[in-house]
């Protein structure tokens, strides 16, 4: 007997234990239900006067059974010719679901007046000449259908087996364990996504592919798109908006096709009452789009949107903005912005009011303070309680504020609009999502806990290359309490384990945190370094040399050795799977860790040509054809990409996701060519030497440090032709070289270490390797530092500084101290590290950063010199959490979080990790995902000490910590931890 299938993620059991199950083997117990079996299988009932979206299931669920079986059960709508049934049905208006209700074989009471529950339950004998029937009740249109498509997912049909081409699990016969299981009602009340930014994928796709009939995105994609939703357990669509694709509402199919499958329609921000102003408004037949100059013809035109559309369920957002995402009212005075604002969102409660018959209080109303519609809100506009205020995040992951103490008491509650793709400054992501899941669950956590759970909406682009980040964020809304902190981590893994097999789940964790976790320092489409219109007159992004050093810290190597590594292990993966699996795990997880891989290693590289060039290095013109082979194989793989399962998904994927003449990381980069001239000759470049030339006239490495037993490199490179033989001399015998001699027409590196056996004792001892060809000679200095005190057992554990510096891990402290309100917590799957600290929740109350006993935390170091120290704090860049905070100091603000600092018993400095978007601190911080504050503070005497960081705003999230006493190198990520540790 095969193992069983749990459903335990998706239902809430009504009795203690109460699960679905899955076997492959027939059963005649209690709770067993034979879907099918060899020679037969039930027939799907429903009552032929319920709601479309339950007929539309159950001939989708009856489909799927094909899928995974070969058999295809019956759709019927009575009671005849079948022994076994599945009935499906809403509570309202299925007949035979009532009537079993009204004799006791099932309890629907709980899904009387309630919000898209659902009732699974096995009944023996429910009618005469039944002897087994499956219920799926619903308590709506949903409900119903979410308990269908639950059973789908059970037997192996994943929400994206159309859409990713997910294979679906073969089984030949389906019986189920179905004790009484009721799902609860999802925590957040409309959840769904904005199809945005289609201008490079979904609508050449479906204009040149799916439904070139249309040429355009139309009916047929929004099928596909509405049955995925309803799948996922959605409910809420913002169709795509952008000029190039046609107004949703101008083709009246579109419609009528998401009311079929019971998706409730919406707008974005800037889409007053389903309008879509980009495309919809025109000025010639239609005026200004100006409220003040043009309002009874906005009035008219949005009125009559509403009187084609009130019909079907929508949530509707008042809003006045100018045409696409642009402000309305430039140069007008706040307070004026104000009133108008007001007046418009009035005229447009008024305009529903005359078309719904219902209570205005009662239809479903939304306002997303967007950009400068914040600042107009904040300066006093008055909304009707009963309208949910969607808080927008900064484009980028960040929650620029949510609900106070007293917008926490509104009737309409709140929602959020989030992005996991955006189009705009400082730099677009559109080629596929590398949002992490922790980052998602940090902000959305404290959005729901500060009463966001009416909406939630997810702009993810074209949604191809954003599917996990989209399942995630719809399961959170589903039922957030499924997750935490912990387990949010590995759901990427768990999500592709369901889908490929569980025998991958070890590797696939490996790669997707790895994946993640690299892409978080800098997102593929960033590589570039440069800004999106940063110039009115030359709006292309520059491309330069990035900030990751190819000397300092190991950055470079350590960044394309692990892109390598994941890469590698996922082209592994893909060549051992299936091949009807194959597509699926291409598009899922190859193509993005594979293409991360390739943009890396072409931009680096790239970096590293231009900078062998300036050396004269030989190997300037091999490192050239290493980046053109970088940048073939990134247009092969999208090519392979479009052109799986005969052409599907053709148009597709592209690399190119922005305007022309914006975005130009995708390019080839800049290169340089060398031509070696005469015979060869000897150079070199040591770990640590960033500008030769200039800055020095001999070679030294960094000091070796006993305390932390680290080795260097040195670059042995040929700047002439042919090849050179050459032997390295070191002048001790503690000084040791992996290798001593060898020839090369090009370069070679060599790792150098120190044998602590051998060294002397003392603060500065010298050495020195002589390297030679036979003609020339150069040298390369050493240092090493081995005091007799302290003991290197005496510092074990503590981070020591090494080379003018310290450097520590935010979740590598030493001891904590906490209260009542404030807890630390180590996030997993966030921060350049790894890991990091977060110091409380970020709905706890605020903490006196200056008090004595305030929580903190505190990490031990010891420094060999005295004075000042630069000290630099690397912070997740959250906003404060909302307007209405207690200021708890008189020196002190709204406007930006705190959190304070201090060595030992000195005194304090106070960072923060917010900054105003759109400044040029903002920019930094949101394409790092991390924001350095400098402190300059004082250490008395040399030794051992204690760095605190104490809490202001709870939540603040520690990433790394530096301590510079004067020998930071340049680099992106700083320095590696200086923890010491004893050798064994």
Request: glycine fraction near 6%; include cysteine.
């Given at each position: 007997?095969?193992?069983?299938?749990?459903?335990?993620?998706?239902?809430?059991?009504?009795?203690?234990?109460?699960?679905?199950?899955?076997?492959?083997?027939?059963?005649?117990?209690?709770?067993?239900?034979?879907?099918?079996?060899?020679?037969?299988?039930?027939?799907?009932?429903?009552?032929?006067?319920?709601?479309?979206?339950?007929?539309?299931?159950?001939?989708?669920?009856?489909?799927?059974?094909?899928?995974?079986?070969?058999?295809?059960?019956?759709?019927?709508?009575?009671?005849?010719?079948?022994?076994?049934?599945?009935?499906?049905?809403?509570?309202?208006?299925?007949?035979?679901?009532?009537?079993?209700?009204?004799?006791?074989?099932?309890?629907?009471?709980?899904?009387?007046?309630?919000?898209?529950?659902?009732?699974?339950?096995?009944?023996?004998?429910?009618?005469?000449?039944?002897?087994?029937?499956?219920?799926?009740?619903?308590?709506?249109?949903?409900?119903?259908?979410?308990?269908?498509?639950?059973?789908?997912?059970?037997?192996?049909?994943?929400?994206?087996?159309?859409?990713?081409?997910?294979?679906?699990?073969?089984?030949?016969?389906?019986?189920?364990?179905?004790?009484?299981?009721?799902?609860?009602?999802?925590?957040?009340?409309?959840?769904?996504?904005?199809?945005?930014?289609?201008?490079?994928?979904?609508?050449?796709?479906?204009?040149?592919?799916?439904?070139?009939?249309?040429?355009?995105?139309?009916?047929?994609?929004?099928?596909?798109?509405?049955?995925?939703?309803?799948?996922?357990?959605?409910?809420?669509?913002?169709?795509?908006?952008?000029?190039?694709?046609?107004?949703?509402?101008?083709?009246?199919?579109?419609k009528l096709v998401a009311d079929s499958f019971a998706i409730v329609m919406g707008s974005t921000h800037c889409e007053p009452l389903l309008l879509n102003t980009a495309s919809e408004w025109d000025k010639k037949t239609m005026g200004a789009w100006d409220y003040n100059t043009n309002k009874d013809k906005i009035n008219e035109v949005l009125s009559r949107r509403i009187e084609?559309?009130?019909?079907?369920?929508?949530?509707?957002?008042?809003?006045?903005?100018?045409?696409?995402?642009?402000?309305?009212?430039?140069?007008?005075?706040?307070?004026?912005?104000?009133?108008?604002?007001?007046?418009?969102?009035?005229?447009?409660?008024?305009?529903?009011?005359?078309?719904?018959?219902?209570?205005?209080?009662?239809?479903?109303?939304?306002?997303?303070?967007?950009?400068?519609?914040?600042?107009?809100?904040?300066?006093?506009?008055?909304?009707?309680?009963?309208?949910?205020?969607?808080?927008?995040?900064?484009?980028?992951?960040?929650?620029?504020?949510?609900?106070?103490?007293?917008?926490?008491?509104?009737?309409?509650?709140?929602?959020?609009?989030?992005?996991?793709?955006?189009?705009?400054?400082?730099?677009?992501?559109?080629?596929?999502?590398?949002?992490?899941?922790?980052?998602?669950?940090?902000?959305?956590?404290?959005?729901?806990?500060?009463?966001?759970?009416?909406?939630?909406?997810?702009?993810?682009?074209?949604?191809?290359?954003?599917?996990?980040?989209?399942?995630?964020?719809?399961?959170?809304?589903?039922?957030?309490?499924?997750?935490?902190?912990?387990?949010?981590?590995?759901?990427?893994?768990?999500?592709?384990?369901?889908?490929?097999?569980?025998?991958?789940?070890?590797?696939?964790?490996?790669?997707?945190?790895?994946?993640?976790?690299?892409?978080?320092?800098?997102?593929?489409?960033?590589?570039?370094?440069?800004?999106?219109?940063?110039?009115?007159?030359?709006?292309?992004?520059?491309?330069?040399?990035?900030?990751?050093?190819?000397?300092?810290?190991?950055?470079?190597?350590?960044?394309?050795?692990?892109?390598?590594?994941?890469?590698?292990?996922?082209?592994?993966?893909?060549?051992?799977?299936?091949?009807?699996?194959?597509?699926?795990?291409?598009?899922?997880?190859?193509?993005?860790?594979?293409?991360?891989?390739?943009?890396?290693?072409?931009?680096?590289?790239?970096?590293?040509?231009?900078?062998?060039?300036?050396?004269?290095?030989?190997?300037?013109?091999?490192?050239?054809?290493?980046?053109?082979?970088?940048?073939?194989?990134?247009?092969?793989?999208?090519?392979?990409?479009?052109?799986?399962?005969?052409?599907?998904?053709?148009?597709?994927?592209?690399?190119?996701?922005?305007?022309?003449?914006?975005?130009?990381?995708?390019?080839?980069?800049?290169?340089?060519?060398?031509?070696?001239?005469?015979?060869?000759?000897?150079?070199?470049?040591?770990?640590?030497?960033?500008?030769?030339?200039?800055?020095?006239?001999?070679?030294?490495?960094?000091?070796?440090?006993?305390?932390?037993?680290?080795?260097?490199?040195?670059?042995?490179?040929?700047?002439?032709?042919?090849?050179?033989?050459?032997?390295?001399?070191?002048?001790?015998?503690?000084?040791?070289?992996?290798?001593?001699?060898?020839?090369?027409?090009?370069?070679?590196?060599?790792?150098?270490?120190?044998?602590?056996?051998?060294?002397?004792?003392?603060?500065?001892?010298?050495?020195?390797?002589?390297?030679?060809?036979?003609?020339?000679?150069?040298?390369?200095?050493?240092?090493?530092?081995?005091?007799?005190?302290?003991?290197?057992?005496?510092?074990?554990?503590?981070?020591?500084?090494?080379?003018?510096?310290?450097?520590?891990?935010?979740?590598?402290?030493?001891?904590?101290?906490?209260?009542?309100?404030?807890?630390?917590?180590?996030?997993?799957?966030?921060?350049?590290?790894?890991?990091?600290?977060?110091?409380?929740?970020?709905?706890?109350?605020?903490?006196?950063?200056?008090?004595?006993?305030?929580?903190?935390?505190?990490?031990?170091?010891?420094?060999?010199?005295?004075?000042?120290?630069?000290?630099?704090?690397?912070?997740?860049?959250?906003?404060?959490?909302?307007?209405?905070?207690?200021?708890?100091?008189?020196?002190?603000?709204?406007?930006?979080?705190?959190?304070?600092?201090?060595?030992?018993?000195?005194?304090?400095?106070?960072?923060?990790?917010?900054?105003?978007?759109?400044?040029?601190?903002?920019?930094?911080?949101?394409?790092?995902?991390?924001?350095?504050?400098?402190?300059?503070?004082?250490?008395?005497?040399?030794?051992?000490?204690?760095?605190?960081?104490?809490?202001?705003?709870?939540?603040?999230?520690?990433?790394?910590?530096?301590?510079?006493?004067?020998?930071?190198?340049?680099?992106?990520?700083?320095?590696?931890?200086?923890?010491?540790?004893?050798?064994?």
């Amino acid at each position: 007997m095969k193992h069983l299938f749990l459903l335990t993620l998706l239902l809430i059991p009504c009795t203690l234990f109460a699960e679905v199950k899955l076997s492959d083997r027939p059963s005649s117990g209690k709770d067993a239900f034979n879907l099918v079996e060899r020679k037969s299988q039930a027939a799907i009932c429903f009552d032929d006067n319920d709601y479309l979206v339950v007929k539309k299931a159950a001939s989708l669920f009856a489909a799927d059974v094909e899928m995974v079986t070969g058999h295809k059960p019956s759709l019927q709508t009575d009671l005849r010719n079948n022994k076994t049934l599945l009935i499906v049905g809403t509570i309202e208006k299925n007949a035979f679901i009532r009537q079993l209700s009204k004799e006791g074989k099932i309890d629907i009471s709980p899904l009387e007046d309630a919000w898209e529950r659902y009732l699974i339950q096995t009944v023996k004998n429910p009618f005469p000449g039944v002897s087994s029937a499956l219920v799926v009740a619903g308590s709506d249109r949903r409900g119903a259908a979410y308990g269908l498509f639950s059973l789908s997912e059970l037997i192996g049909v994943s929400p994206w087996y159309w859409w990713a081409d997910v294979p679906v699990k073969k089984h030949t016969t389906l019986c189920l364990y179905a004790p009484a299981t009721l799902s609860k009602s999802p925590s957040v009340k409309y959840r769904g996504i904005f199809l945005n930014d289609e201008d490079w994928g979904l609508t050449p796709w479906a204009s040149k592919n799916f439904e070139k009939e249309r040429g355009n995105i139309g009916p047929k994609t929004y099928a596909k798109i509405c049955e995925l939703l309803l799948r996922l357990k959605a409910n809420h669509l913002a169709p795509a908006m952008h000029p190039v694709s046609t107004a949703f509402n101008q083709i009246p199919e579109n419609k009528l096709v998401a009311d079929s499958f019971a998706i409730v329609m919406g707008s974005t921000h800037c889409e007053p009452l389903l309008l879509n102003t980009a495309s919809e408004w025109d000025k010639k037949t239609m005026g200004a789009w100006d409220y003040n100059t043009n309002k009874d013809k906005i009035n008219e035109v949005l009125s009559r949107r509403i009187e084609e559309n009130c019909a079907y369920e929508n949530v509707y957002t008042l809003a006045l903005r100018g045409l696409h995402d642009a402000a309305m009212g430039v140069g007008v005075p706040i307070k004026e912005k104000v009133k108008m604002l007001g007046s418009a969102l009035l005229d447009q409660r008024n305009i529903l009011a005359s078309h719904i018959k219902k209570p205005i209080e009662t239809v479903p109303q939304a306002f997303t303070p967007y950009k400068e519609v914040l600042e107009i809100y904040s300066n006093g506009l008055e909304l009707p309680d009963d309208v949910t205020i969607i808080w927008p995040d900064d484009n980028y992951g960040y929650l620029k504020r949510l609900s106070g103490i007293n917008e926490q008491k509104r009737s309409g509650r709140a929602g959020v609009y989030y992005h996991v793709s955006y189009l705009g400054v400082p730099h677009s992501y559109l080629w596929f999502s590398t949002t992490p899941p922790a980052l998602m669950y940090e902000e959305l956590r404290k959005a729901y806990d500060t009463t966001a759970d009416r909406i939630w909406l997810l702009n993810c682009g074209d949604m191809k290359g954003s599917e996990m980040q989209v399942s995630l964020f719809l399961s959170m809304a589903y039922d957030i309490d499924r997750f935490n902190a912990d387990n949010v981590v590995t759901y990427p893994a768990r999500w592709l384990s369901g889908m490929f097999g569980e025998s991958y789940y070890t590797r696939l964790e490996d790669i997707t945190r790895s994946h993640i976790q690299l892409a978080f320092s800098r997102k593929p489409e960033y590589m570039g370094w440069g800004y999106h219109w940063n110039l009115f007159n030359h709006s292309c992004e520059r491309l330069t040399d990035t900030d990751f050093s190819l000397t300092n810290y190991g950055e470079v190597e350590g960044r394309l050795n692990e892109y390598k590594r994941i890469g590698a292990e996922a082209g592994k993966i893909l060549n051992t799977l299936e091949e009807e699996s194959r597509p699926a795990f291409f598009q899922l997880l190859y193509y993005p860790v594979k293409g991360a891989e390739l943009m890396n290693r072409m931009t680096l590289n790239g970096q590293r040509n231009r900078w062998y060039a300036r050396q004269q290095r030989a190997a300037t013109n091999r490192m050239k054809k290493e980046v053109q082979l970088c940048y073939d194989s990134l247009q092969t793989i999208t090519a392979d990409y479009n052109a799986l399962l005969d052409g599907k998904w053709k148009y597709m994927m592209s690399m190119r996701q922005n305007y022309d003449n914006v975005s130009a990381y995708f390019q080839l980069p800049h290169l340089e060519e060398y031509v070696p001239a005469g015979s060869p000759r000897l150079a070199l470049q040591v770990k640590n030497e960033d500008a030769a030339i200039t800055q020095r006239s001999f070679h030294a490495l960094p000091c070796f440090n006993t305390y932390l037993h680290r080795s260097y490199w040195i670059d042995l490179y040929n700047k002439g032709n042919g090849f050179i033989k050459w032997q390295a001399q070191p002048s001790a015998d503690w000084i040791v070289l992996n290798k001593t001699s060898g020839e090369t027409a090009t370069e070679e590196r060599i790792q150098v270490s120190v044998d602590w056996k051998k060294v002397p004792t003392g603060e500065n001892i010298l050495g020195n390797i002589r390297f030679t060809d036979g003609k020339a000679e150069k040298e390369v200095l050493l240092s090493v530092f081995n005091p007799a005190s302290p003991r290197p057992e005496e510092v074990e554990g503590i981070y020591v500084e090494d080379n003018g510096c310290i450097s520590i891990p935010g979740a590598g402290f030493h001891r904590k101290h906490e209260n009542a309100d404030i807890q630390m917590h180590i996030l997993d799957g966030i921060g350049i590290e790894g890991q990091s600290l977060q110091m409380g929740n970020p709905v706890a109350p605020l903490q006196i950063f200056r008090a004595k006993e305030v929580p903190h935390i505190e990490y031990d170091f010891y420094t060999f010199d005295a004075g000042s120290v630069d000290v630099y704090t690397y912070v997740l860049p959250t906003f404060p959490l909302h307007a209405d905070r207690d200021f708890r100091l008189s020196e002190n603000t709204n406007v930006d979080t705190k959190y304070s600092i201090r060595i030992d018993d000195g005194a304090i400095a106070t960072p923060t990790t917010s900054a105003v978007e759109y400044t040029q601190v903002w920019f930094e911080g949101v394409l790092r995902n991390y924001t350095v504050n400098k402190s300059t503070l004082h250490i008395d005497k040399p030794g051992r000490h204690t760095l605190q960081i104490r809490c202001g705003d709870p939540g603040v999230v520690i990433q790394k910590i530096v301590l510079d006493f004067g020998g930071m190198k340049r680099s992106y990520l700083g320095p590696n931890s200086t923890l010491s540790f004893r050798t064994k």
